[in-house]
């Protein structure tokens, strides 16, 4: 079981920048993929980015590479979306997702939610023009 808690949403102009944290209950020994998901009203929720714990390789969607990074800490606990030059299309509710993953390769799983079992509750992030 992994409970992730998410934090760091809030209300910016275009151009803007917001730090979003997902705090994941994984152990020392544990790796995982984790990802960051959007969903707009009425939209398809979007994988926006996504780490593996273990190797440390990192995924993005086209709409977001150059200006959305994701990390993780040192205990590989606290996975981070630094988000800059925010525009008003990228206004949704962010969640924080994990699949607890053994193998040592990592593969781009931002394609669909269903590939993920864990889930945050969400923070909402506005962008204003």
């Known amino acids: 079981q992994v409970q992730l808690v998410e934090s760091g949403g809030g209300s910016v102009q275009t151009g803007g920048s917001l730090r979003l944290s997902c705090a994941a209950s994984l152990s020392p020994y544990s790796t995982a993929y984790v990802a960051w998901f959007r969903q707009a009203p009425g939209q398809e929720r979007e994988g926006v980015a996504q780490?593996?714990?273990?190797?440390?390789?990192?995924y993005y969607a086209d709409s977001v590479k150059g200006r959305f990074t994701i990390s993780q800490d040192n205990a590989r606990n606290t996975m981070t979306l630094q988000m800059n030059s925010l525009q008003p299309e990228d206004t949704a509710m962010y969640y924080c997702a994990a699949k607890l993953w053994r193998a040592s390769w990592c593969s781009n799983l931002l394609g669909s939610h269903t590939n993920f079992g864990y889930w945050g509750q969400g923070t909402q992030v506005t962008v204003s023009s």
């Open positions: 780490i593996c714990t273990g190797s440390g390789s990192t």
